[in-house]
């Protein structure tokens, strides 16, 4: 009799094993397997070959670039992403959705738009190119340049992660806080940051594997300079095209590998995460 | 040393909140807000929190100009329909916060915030519950560690905003007969918002009824019942 009876949201069993089997497949074949390519690819010659095209002085000097670059963007976007979501969760004002359009902006523009955004503005042809050249300082292919092309594209991260979170907790804790006694920095510091401090860890974490593999924008500014303005994935490309097949699919393993601590890391946040916000939403 | 409310407005951009409250209430007193919703007492409540700004009007508290401070220095507890209490902190950390936010020199000590946080939990009748977190506590047992946590700052005055509006018929009958103890043990100057005619009856010594932003009548409970002076009033109270 109850054999009959199907709960309204189960499925035939053929129909699970297809979808199954299809999303796994692709999976295995789009995502998987390129990513146990790279790491076959550069084990091609053997662990000394891959060993000698990591040390090689341009690559650890590639390496070196992203990470400072990551290191400069990543606590600015940090910053940056908790006063905008900050002030758009509890005040209100004139121009609100406007500036949400705003800061998802980055992901709307192709990356290399936004490069070239910045040659325009700091380009020896652009708006305040001339007169920084004249005072000797240098934006564009050197470390300023990749580091705002970094910040743009890597903006919206944190900031987009912290939105929802903080607008659905509301003000009340907050205006309890003020009535109580608390300045506004004791308020964020005892009341708002532990509300929101795995969702913050969640996009600073998005935002740094962003930030260390971002292509187009810096592509765009950085000039190429091998050895001095080439990052990760700028390297990886010109090893490639350089038919330096070990080195090129030796800094993508390594460029993969701090993907996928990222995502590790990721994972196990969204583990912890989900508890607390299973924990905030029993009230 | 009385508060006297005077001809406060405010308005939601076109819609008007509040169009000229005047109140007086005497110090140690205590107030009910009453009205159907859209009558602006909770805006009005807000007002005297500091946590809402009037357009205009003025309040007078203890020879201060109320208004004019803000909501930290006003030293006005605050209990939130919605509890508000801070969800990552023990009960005793939420009752803590006000004492512990203070600057250095007027900070009471570790073992003075203790034992203090002990006599408001045994005021409220949770004692013991100390290291519970908000989530393993009851609506009703939440809504008293939120009045503890007002109190703890030795307030200059109360403010209940629907207070027991989220909990049950019974919950709420033994929470406005403790509320109303603990305002005599106290003394705090006490405004609480109610929709509900029977608690507003019930717990306070002056009802204001509200409509439109206006109050409609101000007087004893006694007095608001036996004498309704306009036909809303009457009606309200017939409903």
């Known amino acids: ?283 | 040393m009385s508060l006297t409310v005077d001809s406060v407005t405010k308005k939601f951009g076109r819609f008007p909140a509040l169009n000229g409250a005047s109140f007086i209430a005497p110090q140690g007193g205590f107030v009910s807000l009453l009205g159907p919703s859209g009558s602006g007492k909770t805006t009005l409540l807000r007002i005297l929190g500091g946590l809402e700004f009037a357009d205009s009007g003025s309040v007078r508290f203890a020879d201060l100009n109320w208004l004019d401070m803000p909501a930290r220095t006003r030293n006005a507890g605050f209990v939130f329909q919605q509890y508000a209490l801070f969800k990552h902190m023990t009960v005793a950390d939420n009752i803590a916060f006000g004492l512990r936010v203070r600057p250095r020199n007027t900070r009471p000590s570790k073992a003075a915030i203790t034992s203090r946080v002990k006599e408001l939990l045994d005021l409220v009748q949770l004692p013991g519950l100390e290291a519970r977190y908000p989530s393993q506590l009851s609506g009703g047992q939440r809504q008293r560690v939120a009045v503890a946590r007002a109190l703890a700052i030795e307030p200059r005055m109360l403010l209940l905003d629907e207070p027991f509006g989220a909990l049950d018929a019974k919950v709420r009958k033994e929470l406005r007969a403790d509320l109303r103890r603990i305002h005599d043990h106290t003394g705090v100057t006490t405004v609480f918002v109610t929709h509900d005619q029977e608690e507003a009856f019930a717990v306070a010594d002056l009802v204001a009824v509200m409509k439109d932003g206006r109050i409609e009548q101000y007087g004893a409970p006694a007095d608001v019942r036996r004498n309704p002076r306009t036909a809303f009033v009457s009606e309200f109270l017939s409903a």
């Open chain 1, 1 to 283: 009799m109850n054999a009959k009876f199907r709960k309204p949201t189960e499925d035939p069993i053929w129909l699970k094993a297809l979808l199954g089997t299809l999303a796994i497949g692709f999976i295995a074949v789009l995502l998987l397997l390129p990513l146990v390519l790279v790491f076959k690819e550069a084990l091609a010659h053997g662990l000394s070959a891959f060993w000698a095209a990591m040390v090689e002085p341009d690559s650890l000097a590639a390496v070196r670039l992203s990470l400072t670059a990551a290191a400069i963007a990543v606590p600015l976007n940090t910053v940056f992403g908790i006063a905008a979501a900050w002030s758009i969760a509890k005040f209100d004002f004139r121009g609100k959705t406007f500036l949400v359009t705003l800061i998802d902006l980055p992901f709307s523009v192709s990356p290399v738009v936004s490069g070239l955004i910045y040659v325009l503005v700091f380009g020896a042809q652009g708006w305040f190119g001339p007169r920084l050249a004249d005072h000797n300082i240098h934006i564009l292919f050197a470390l300023p340049g990749i580091v705002l092309a970094t910040i743009f594209v890597t903006f919206p991260f944190v900031a987009r992660e912290l939105i929802p979170l903080m607008v659905d907790q509301g003000r009340d804790e907050e205006e309890a806080a003020a009535t109580l006694g608390a300045s506004g920095f004791q308020t964020f510091l005892r009341v708002t940051l532990p509300n929101i401090k795995w969702g913050l860890l969640y996009g600073v974490l998005l935002c740094n594997a962003r930030a260390l593999g971002e292509f187009g924008a810096v592509s765009v500014v950085s000039g190429h300079i091998r050895g001095v303005t080439n990052t990760m994935p700028l390297h990886v490309e010109l090893l490639y095209n350089n038919y330096d097949y070990v080195g090129a699919f030796a800094v993508a393993a390594l460029l993969a590998m701090l993907g996928l601590v990222t995502l590790a890391l990721k994972s196990l946040l969204e583990w912890r995460y989900a508890d607390e916000l299973a924990a905030v939403h029993r009230h």
